[in-house]
């Protein structure tokens, strides 16, 4: 089992900056890709940004230009940066990796989430 655990979230102003992280605990699990997701109160939880292994990175539109996503495969941490927050950005912001061992695809891991509140 790998279980993720994230780190950063919290209060910001309209226009302000956060940034999360997440590291793996437990397993040595081969990382290949890594994600944010975010579900707001009533709605369905959504891709932010995701990150594969070789570096392609994919972002939702309602973020790209302001969420960074970026990785230290070594450490097998990721991070998203995210500038001129926004208050529809507000969620509970969740860690999402996909672990290998010798190329088997192995799970889809979960964090526990961090909540990420913008007041406008």
């Known amino acids: 089992q790998v279980q993720p655990v994230e780190s950063g979230g919290g209060l910001a102003q309209a226009g302000g900056s956060l940034r999360l992280s997440c590291k793996p605990v437990?397993?040595?699990?081969?990382?290949?890709?890594m994600a944010w997701y975010r579900q707001a109160p009533g709605k369905q939880r959504e891709l932010v940004a995701s990150?594969?292994?070789?570096?392609?990175?994919i972002y939702a539109d309602a973020v790209k230009g302001r969420f960074t996503i970026s990785r230290n495969t070594a450490e097998r941490t990721v991070a998203l940066q995210m500038n001129s927050l926004k208050s529809e950005d507000t969620a509970v912001y969740y860690c999402?990796?996909?672990?290998?061992?010798?190329?088997?695809?192995?799970?889809?891991?979960w964090g526990q989430g961090t909540q990420v509140t913008v007041s406008s």
């Open positions: 437990g397993s040595t699990f081969s990382i290949r890709t």
């Open positions: 999402n990796l996909h672990g290998y061992v010798g190329g088997i695809h192995r799970g889809e891991f």
């Open positions: 990150i594969s292994y070789e570096g392609t990175t």
